[in-house]
């Protein structure tokens, strides 16, 4: 064996155990044995549609603890108000501590608000990375593919050496090791989205 096929070997050993790792850790994700083998479409993982940042930011402002909870303070104080009125003049310090308490809750629920919405909107911006580096995984990991098989039809009519067959193999565990993390990445990004809007 001369030193080309020796470190051809070595290239290849190290992207399958790339290519493990990454199926361990997609594995992982979706709690499955770390052994578990998986055909990926990645059409199927951005089947559902992407909701505009607009819309997902009016559902965490919906859904969010946060945001139910700076509302039920907001609904509070103004029961405190409409009590004080009720009973003496809002001019009273009883009625300003109530009205300062109520302006108080509305500038806690602008700024719990803003937070959120800018934490969505930095989900959303990784969703869209990660789901572009999918769309451009997908295409290069079947191209690699083809040309794998072409090298083996190759190497089986005696037209293509052991090197070519091995470095084709490496290049295709290398497309499907990125194909597999571009996955991951998408997975862990849409998660972390979803749980930013309230689900």
Do not use: C
């Amino acid at each position: 064996m001369d030193s080309q096929e020796t470190e051809a070997h070595k290239n290849l050993a190290a992207l399958e155990a790339s290519y493990q790792q990454a199926l361990a850790k997609l594995n992982d994700l979706l709690n499955e044995k770390a052994d578990r083998q998986w055909r990926m479409i990645a059409t199927d993982l951005t089947q559902h549609e992407l909701l505009s940042l607009e819309q997902l930011q009016a559902k965490a402002f919906e859904k969010r603890p946060e945001m139910i909870k700076a509302q039920a303070e907001i609904d509070f104080a103004q029961v405190r108000i409409d009590y004080t009125a009720e009973y003496s003049a809002l001019s009273t310090h009883k009625g300003t501590i109530a009205k300062n308490e109520h302006k108080k809750a509305e500038l806690q629920k602008q700024k719990t608000q803003k937070k959120i919405g800018q934490e969505v909107s930095d989900n959303y911006t990784k969703v869209l990375a990660a789901k572009k580096a999918v769309e451009e995984s997908t295409p290069k990991k079947e191209t690699a593919l083809e040309r794998y098989q072409a090298t083996i039809d190759q190497y089986r009519l005696g037209k293509a050496s052991m090197k070519e067959l091995m470095e084709e193999e490496a290049n295709l565990f290398d497309s499907e090791t990125k194909a597999i993390e571009s996955v991951y990445q998408y997975n862990l990004a849409a998660t972390t989205l979803n749980q930013s809007t309230g689900y």
